[in-house]
Each structure stands twice: as C-alpha cells, then as structure tokens.
C-alpha cells in the first residue's frame, strides 16, 4: 500500500512539471522560500530537471507492482482470503445433490463435477499468498471428498452385487438392468482413477503452490533489500547532490570573489597609474620649480651684487662726507686761528693800525664768511641729496630683500608641499604595489583553491559517473527478471 501511494502522488506530481518550471522563472518567492532556513537546517532545492527524470523513471518502475496489486486484488478476483469460502460453499452444494439423488450414480459425478470445476476455477485465476491454515484446510476437505466419494463407490458395487443375484433367481429380464450396473460400475471404477488423478494433480499444485509461495516470499525479501537498496541510494544521491550544491555554492562565491578582486585590481591599477602620472607632473612641476629657483638665485646674486656695489658707494660717500666734514672741521679752526693771530697782532699794532686792520678784517671778512657758507650751503645740500638718495635706494633694496625673502620663503614652503606630496605619492605608490602584490596572492592563493575544488569536482564526477544507477545494476535486472516470470506464470495459470 505504501508503494502504491507513492506511486498515485509522484504521477498526479508529474503532471505539474511545467507549472513547477514556469513558477520557476516568474514567481521569485517560489525560489526564495526554498533558500530561506527552517530553524536549524535548510528547506532544500526546487526540482531539477535531473529530479523530474528520477522521478519519471521511478513512477514507471512502480508501475508494474501497482498493476501487480489490482491484478491479484480482492475486488477484482478471487484471493488467498476468500477461496476456502468458495470452496466450502461447493462442498456443501454438493453434498445437497448428492443427498437428493442418493438412489442413482450420478450424484458422486455431479459431486465430482463441481469439485473439478471449482478447482478449475481457483487453477485458473490463482491464489498467490495463502497461509498454512488456508492449505491445511484445503487439504482436509479434498482429502473428505475423496474419501466419501471411494465409500460411496465401493460400498454401492456390494449391494447392487447383492440385487443382481436375487433378481436373477427372480426375474431374467434384469439382465438389461445388470448389464447397465457394470457399465456404471465401469464408470464408476474409471472416476476413481480420475479422482486419484485430480488427487495427484492437487498435491502437484499443492507443491507448486508452496514453491511459488517460497519464490514469493524470496522475491518480498529481495524486494524489501531492493527497497532498502533503493532508500540508501536515494540518501547518497541526495548526499552526493548536497555536496554538489555546497561545492557549486562554493564555487560560485570563489567566481564572485575573483570577479570582486579583479576589478580591485584593476581599480588599484588605475589608482596606481594615476598616481604615477600625477607623480611625473609632481616631477615636472619640481623640476620647473627647480629651474625657477635657479633662475631666482641667480637674480638674487645678482641683485645681492648690486647691493654689495651699492653699499660699497654708500660707503665711500659716507666717508667722503666724513672728509668733508674734517676738513669743514680743520677750516673752521684754521679761520679761528688767524682771527686769533690777526686780533693778537691788532692787539700788538697800535691803534692807527688797529683802525686799518679792523676795516679790512670787516671788508675781509664778511666775504670769506659769505663763501664759506655758500660753499657749506651746497655741500649740505649736496649732502642731504646723497642721505636722501642713500635713504631711498636702502628702502628700494629693502622692499626688494623682503619682496625676494617672501618669495624665497614661498618657494621653500611650495618646495615642501612638493616634497610631501611627492612623498605621500611615493609612499601611496608603494601601498598601492603591497595592495597589488596582496592581491596578487589573493588571486593565486584563489586560482589554486579553485584548482584544487575543480579537480575535487572531477575526481567526484567521475565516481558518480561510474556508479552505475540502482535501475541498471544487475541485482535490479535479476529482480525484475524473476518478478516478471512469476507474473507470467500467475497469469498463465
């Protein structure tokens, strides 16, 4: 019963193959539900393609014991649970004949009839699972029948013997009557021999019956091995397709893994390209700036040698000024001197000549006064032209100084940005060559993983390839085989 309930549920399920397909490729919560966890293990696959040809191949393989089943099913024929019935029920029939027309011969016929034609009858369909009571039964009503039917024979010759030999004292026309009694007799002597004949025939069947029960029940119990066989098959080919899942999965994840480290390589790539081209521009810049800065020192020298000039000119009118200023110095005491000289000569002279001289000093000197403070007029102003050129060049070449100070300084701190960033590229650069380098080792340490599972998976194919299926070993081909003998001998029967 079990199988054949199995076999009604996978044949109603084939007929929703297309649908399972079509909920497949439309329904995304159909998928979705078998990927979702159950606790603690997982709800399973939807069915392959691979599972609906098991499944085919399995309904057409139940096919033959559902068809077995209602072949020796009580509803449809006579069964090992009903035939004693049966044949209890003809028994009693014909011992209602045989008790009617107890006068005649013909009633151990008509009894023999029936029982031929039942035992044709159950000959005929076949009783494949009766039990030792059933058997033991049977036996003890065939071995009945047989025995009334014997006594009924010989004890009917005795008195029909007994009757011929006073009714042929009596009367000769009972020789007609005594010719049909031996004739009878005969017949009744050749029924014997026909029932020892049926007798021998049911203890063949018997026999035959016992061996096709014995082959029966070798064939359930290579039939339950079979099923057990066919249990243990179906758990390592669900094993085997977990495994399979797991390693796909696996696979799947390693391809993702590969795909996502190849664009990080390849992004890391363009990071590194575009540093190394953001570093030659760093480069060309710092080589400009380089230039620039050379072409800005040599100004500078040469503008420090300006001011080394210019400083040695301011120098020399310093000192210049300082001689002019000594010599102002040494007129001035000088002209005191001789006004000392000539007021003492006056002082000396007398007084005519004190008048003389007094007017000559006073015609003298206002003029000497005159020109000397012409000439110190110009050289002060002259003087103060040189300060103020002197004072003007100085704050020019100051503002020139501070001007070159703030570019230098500006140059040194571009210089240094240039050099952190050239640093911070060099140092990204060789991050980015350990990332590359890593990531290389990623993807070899991946690629041999994945070496290593592909050959896995080919050392597993092969080994499921080389199993051969449950349906095509030769113990299935055996069973098969034999059930399909008994099956034609049954229906021969």
Avoid at 165 to 181: F, I, M, Q, S, W
Wanted: glycine letters at 2%; a positive charge.
């Amino acid at each position: 019963m079990r199988w054949n309930f199995t076999y009604l549920m996978l044949e109603a399920a084939l007929k929703y193959h297309k649908v399972v397909g079509q909920l497949e490729e439309d329904d995304r919560h159909f998928l979705g539900y078998f990927w979702e966890d159950d606790g603690s293990r997982r709800r399973g696959r939807p069915p392959s393609i691979r599972d609906w040809e098991n499944t085919s191949i399995f309904v057409k393989f139940l096919k033959n014991f559902y068809d077995v089943t209602l072949k020796f099913s009580t509803s449809l024929n006579v069964s090992s649970t009903v035939y004693l019935y049966e044949f209890e029920r003809s028994t009693q029939s014909s011992e209602e004949t045989r008790d009617v027309d107890s006068t005649s011969g013909f009633s151990s016929a008509s009894h023999v009839d029936v029982f031929g034609v039942f035992v044709l009858k159950i000959h005929g369909v076949g009783f494949t699972s009766a039990s030792a009571e059933h058997q033991t039964n049977l036996n003890f009503c065939c071995s009945g029948i047989c025995i009334e039917v014997m006594t009924s024979v010989a004890e009917k010759p005795t008195s029909s013997s007994t009757v011929t030999v006073v009714r042929r004292e009596v009367d000769p026309l009972l020789k007609d009557l005594n010719e049909k009694k031996q004739s009878f007799r005969r017949n009744v002597v050749s029924l014997a021999s026909e029932l020892k004949e049926v007798r021998n025939r049911l203890a063949s069947q018997e026999q035959s019956f016992a061996r096709e029960t014995l082959t029966r029940q070798e064939a359930e119990t290579k039939a339950k091995i079979m099923e057990k066989k066919i249990i243990r098959l179906q758990k390592s080919l669900e094993e085997r397709n977990v495994q399979l899942q797991v390693s796909t999965s696996a696979a799947e994840m390693y391809v993702k893994e590969l795909d996502d480290l190849r664009s990080q390589l390849s992004a890391t790539k363009a990071t590194a390209n575009a540093s190394a081209q953001s570093a030659q521009s760093a480069e060309l810049q710092c080589l400009a700036l380089l230039k620039e800065l050379e072409e800005k020192n040599f100004s500078l020298k040469e503008h420090e040698v300006c001011v080394n000039k210019l400083g040695e000119k301011i120098d020399l009118l310093q000192k210049n000024l300082q001689a002019r200023d000594l010599s102002q110095m040494q007129l001035k005491d000088e002209v005191m001197r001789i006004e000392q000289e000539i007021t003492q000569a006056l002082a000396k002279a007398g007084a005519n000549k004190d008048c003389e001289l007094r007017k000559i000093l006073d015609e003298v000197s206002p003029k000497n006064i005159e020109n000397i403070n012409k000439l110190l007029t110009v050289k002060d102003e002259e003087i103060s032209k040189l300060r103020d050129e002197i004072r003007i060049m100085s704050a020019h070449w100051k503002l020139k100084t501070k001007e070159l100070e703030s570019q230098l300084e500006k140059h040194r701190r571009a210089d240094q940005e240039l050099k952190k960033k050239v640093l911070k590229l060099e140092f990204c650069l060789q991050e980015a060559r350990a990332q590359t380098r890593k990531l290389q080792r990623m993807g070899e340490r991946r690629d041999k993983a994945l070496k290593e599972l592909r050959g896995q998976l080919a050392a597993k194919q092969p080994t499921i390839t080389e199993k051969p299926k449950f349906w095509e070993t030769s113990s299935f081909k055996i069973v098969a085989s034999m059930s399909m003998l008994v099956l034609v001998i049954f229906s021969k029967r």
